[in-house]
């Protein structure tokens, strides 16, 4: 059975956990590459929303004979989001896009119908996002939801999302100092220049 991912859960319980579950001998990675298939949605035990893709990442190098630069073998990652990241990668990724992926390296093996063993690496992830050397992308913030809510067992993605009420999306913006740090004086928009 899947472990699911408690990076990906937006619980203060999971975020606290965070720096007590890496440890030895876990492989964390950050792959960036092009989404290479439409994410899959299931809820995996009736309420624990999974969303998988797969992405591809070219090197590229240059070739001093030719003085070009030349793709070197694709790489193909199979990616797992979890819960909150699965339902937000579900709505935001598409074929093509350029994204970023920090996770983890699972190994899952299971026994086929034939009897055989098998296994494959999984990237199980808790970061994602668009490649931004690569284009621009909006971001709107998830709506606050209920503790343990994940949504209605069969209900579709991101209903957990649309249970809570809201007045629409919430867009957020940084500031790059506190507010009472510095003179908020506004800046001329134009030179201007002493007339001594």
């Not at 990076?7 to 030895?24: E, N, P, Q, T």
């Not at 494959?120 to 808790?126: D, G, K, M, N």
């Not at 067992?153 to 919430?170: D, N």
């Amino acid at each position: 059975m899947d472990e699911p991912c408690i990076f990906s859960d937006d619980s203060d319980i999971a975020i606290g956990r965070k720096v007590a579950i890496m440890s030895l001998g876990e492989t964390y990675v950050t792959v960036q590459g092009w989404v290479g298939s439409e994410p899959d949605f299931k809820e995996v035990g009736g309420n624990t929303p999974r969303a998988t893709f797969r992405i591809g990442s070219t090197p590229r190098q240059f070739d001093r004979n030719t003085g070009l630069y030349v793709d070197k073998p694709t790489t193909w990652f199979n990616v797992e989001c979890w819960r909150v990241l699965a339902q937000n990668a579900f709505e935001s990724v598409h074929v093509g896009q350029p994204v970023i992926v920090t996770g983890r390296l699972r190994t899952h093996e299971w026994t086929d119908e034939a009897g055989e063993s098998r296994s494959r690496v999984v990237l199980e992830a808790f970061s994602l996002g668009h490649d931004l050397t690569r284009g621009t992308a909006t971001f709107t913030k998830t709506a606050a939801r209920p503790s343990g809510a994940s949504g209605p067992a069969g209900g579709p993605p991101g209903a957990a999302l649309s249970a809570v009420p809201s007045a629409g999306p919430v867009e957020t913006t940084a500031s790059p100092f506190p507010a009472d740090e510095y003179s908020t004086a506004p800046l001329p928009l134009t030179a201007t220049s002493d007339a001594a």
